[in-house]
């Protein structure tokens, strides 16, 4: 089993910055697969960020240039660096992880990505709030 707690999140002005944090603890070294997703209050839960397991972030454009996901494994945790912040950003944000999966007629190994229902392991989620 893996455990994760998100942190970092608050209440910041528009154009304001934060970094959220998500510790894991469990069989950590096999969920290589990662991923932020947010939900606001009557919207559906998107993906923001994504990181395969090689390393390779991925973003939704609507946080282009502006979130920048990373891990560092000697601590288990998983970042999310948030600048340029909008009314628009405000949600309840998540970190996800898995196990990335063989695909034999690609011969690659695959993360869910932006799949949210193909992650087993979710946090709690923080709550961020962006005000104009």
């Known amino acids: 089993q893996v455990q994760l707690v998100e942190s970092g999140g608050g209440s910041v002005q528009a154009g304001g910055s934060l970094r959220l944090s998500c510790v894991a603890s469990?069989?950590?070294?096999?969920?290589?697969?990662m991923a932020w997703f947010r939900q606001a209050p009557g919207k559906e839960r998107e993906g923001v960020a994504t990181?395969?397991?090689?390393?390779?972030?991925n973003y939704a454009d609507s946080v282009k240039g502006r979130f920048t996901i990373s891990v560092d494994f000697a601590k288990d945790t998983l970042y999310l660096q948030m600048s340029s912040l909008k009314p628009e950003d405000t949600a309840m944000y998540y970190c996800?992880?898995?196990?990335?999966?063989?695909?034999?007629?690609?011969?690659?190994?695959?993360?869910?990505?932006?799949?949210?229902?193909?992650?087993?392991?979710r946090g709690q989620g923080t709550q961020v709030t962006v005000s104009s």
């Open positions: 996800t992880a898995e196990r990335p999966t063989f695909t034999l007629y690609a011969g690659t190994w695959r993360c869910p990505r932006w799949e949210w229902r193909l992650y087993n392991y």
């Open positions: 469990g069989y950590t070294s096999e969920t290589r697969c």
């Open positions: 990181m395969d397991s090689d390393g390779t972030p």
